[in-house]
């Protein structure tokens, strides 16, 4: 019995500054958490922002009034969806444009162009 005791001693000794820890991160004021997501965005033949990701642009544009958005994409692409951006009032200098490389894709054979090139992706 003398034994027993010992080990539930020793063991809740051993434990109680996990339960101190947890009580610690439990009466840790709660901080907002920043949401961020990737949106992707395929621009027009015509390199114009298509009406069906208007509502994103809109977010993004949203977003840019208080936390920095970025823009990945080729530097034309990514340029015009910085404007329209701009355009929906989003302050240009919370926007940053980080210009991709395209990877070449192959090309169909009946000449019609790939839109996966025209792919811009939105972080807010």
């Given amino acids: ?6 080990a539930l001693v020793i063991g809740g000794l051993a434990l109680m500054p996990l339960s101190a820890m947890a009580q610690d991160l439990a009466s840790a004021p709660a ?7 990737d ?3 395929f621009l027009g033949s015509d ?15 949203e977003a840019a ?3 920095p958005v970025r823009i990945e994409g080729r530097a034309d692409y990514a340029n015009v969806v910085k404007q329209e951006l ?19 894709l192959p090309k169909p054979g009946d ?9 811009v992706i939105l972080r807010f």
């Fill in 1 to 6: 019995m003398y034994k027993l005791s010992t």
């Fill in 31 to 37: 901080s907002s958490p920043v949401v961020r997501s």
């Fill in 47 to 61: 390199a114009s922002v298509p009406q069906s990701a208007m509502d994103t642009v809109r977010s993004a544009a």
């Fill in 65 to 67: 009034r208080e936390t």
């Fill in 39 to 41: 949106h992707l965005v």
């Fill in 111 to 119: 000449g019609v162009a790939v839109p996966t090139d025209r792919g």
């Fill in 86 to 104: 701009v355009r929906q009032g989003a302050p240009a200098s919370s926007i940053s444009v980080t210009p991709v490389t395209a990877q070449p």
